[in-house]
């Protein structure tokens, strides 16, 4: 392993506090710097290898290569819509500074599948997709090295309250989406962040330059409702919609200003409509030095529990 020093930006989300927690077992990491623009830093154990830097801003590339200078690794957690325009902005200050390898913040659908492609009219998408194709044309000019996780569906995140258009716990009811019938690949985000550790310790040839699509289960709407009812004992509804609707809900949420809520639209959109570029069936192969995956019951249970 030779990514030693590394630092993280975003660490404060979601998932970046999970791949800090994961970071902070491997012994051979002597430096771990995180970015965050939070007054408080993010609560983990005691570690010496640990160090916060406060980052005013992310569009400021000088400083933001200054910081990074000297550093291995820079990974990306910035989360939602933000992540398109600032990881632009990381990937060319990662350049100046030297920085040998980056993992973007694209733990989602996979933008460069060819339905993604075509889809990809809105700004955010088209951001995520202008990124993954600088990052190769960046690594062909031997300017930096990628290694990028698409994950598809945060299932955890959709199972809290703090994603809307999937499950509602209040209301027990399920979005079945285009009849509920496609498959789709997601993970957890401890299950990502394990994935993030496994990529640091791995060898440095097996994942560079890489888009490696993981998948920790695979479900259709109707089966998570299935697991809902088996896991809660109570009886749930679903509430079936086209996704073509979500992508006109999507730009009526944009044009008043609602970014969330256009971001999460046009990912639903490509989540649930059936083209695959949310199904990655090769992310599910196991083998002996795999990250240990939870079955969607096991997933479903532990998420209600601990919410």
Same mark, same amino acid.
């Given at each position: ?36 623009? +939070? ?9 010496? #290898? ?6 005013? +801003? ?16 820079? #990974? ?67 300017? $930096? ?20 258009? $999937?499950?509602?716990?209040? +209301? ?41 699509? #993981? ?36 730009? $009526? ?55």
């Amino acid at each position: 392993m030779t990514f030693r020093r590394i630092a993280i930006a975003g660490a404060s989300g979601f998932l970046g506090r999970k791949i800090i927690e994961q970071l902070s077992l491997v012994v051979d990491i002597t430096r771990l710097t995180i970015l965050t623009r +939070s007054k408080q830093p993010v609560k983990t154990s005691n570690n010496s #290898i640990l160090s916060f830097v406060s980052i005013v +801003s992310y569009e400021d590339t000088e400083a933001l290569a200054n910081v990074l200078q000297g550093h291995d690794l820079l #990974i990306s957690t910035i989360a939602g819509a933000a992540a398109g325009m600032i990881d632009a902005i990381l990937a060319e200050a990662a350049v100046m500074a030297g920085v040998r390898r980056f993992m973007p913040s694209e733990y989602t659908v996979d933008v460069l599948h060819p339905h993604s492609i075509a889809f990809a009219g809105s700004t955010i998408l088209a951001t995520k997709l202008a990124n993954a194709r600088k990052l190769q044309t960046l690594a062909s000019e031997g300017k $930096i090295e990628y290694t990028t996780l698409v994950t598809g569906a945060f299932l955890d995140f959709w199972l809290s309250k703090a994603v809307k258009g $999937i499950v509602d716990l209040d +209301s027990h009811t399920v979005m079945l989406y285009d009849g509920g019938e496609h498959q789709v690949t997601g993970c957890t985000t401890d299950f990502i962040a394990q994935c993030v550790r496994a990529v640091v310790t791995m060898p440095e040839d097996a994942t560079r330059n890489s888009r490696i699509r #993981i998948a920790e289960v695979q479900f259709s709407g109707k089966q998570l409702l299935g697991i809902l009812e088996e896991v809660t004992g109570e009886q749930w509804t679903g509430v079936h919609k086209d996704t073509d609707a979500l992508v006109t809900e999507s730009l $009526i949420a944009l044009k008043g200003g609602d970014t969330r809520s256009f971001y999460v639209g046009q990912i639903l959109k490509l989540g649930f409509d059936g083209e695959g570029s949310c199904y990655f069936e090769e992310g599910l192969t196991h083998g002996e030095d795999e990250v240990q995956r939870l079955s969607l019951n096991d997933i479903v249970r532990h998420s209600l529990a601990t919410r």
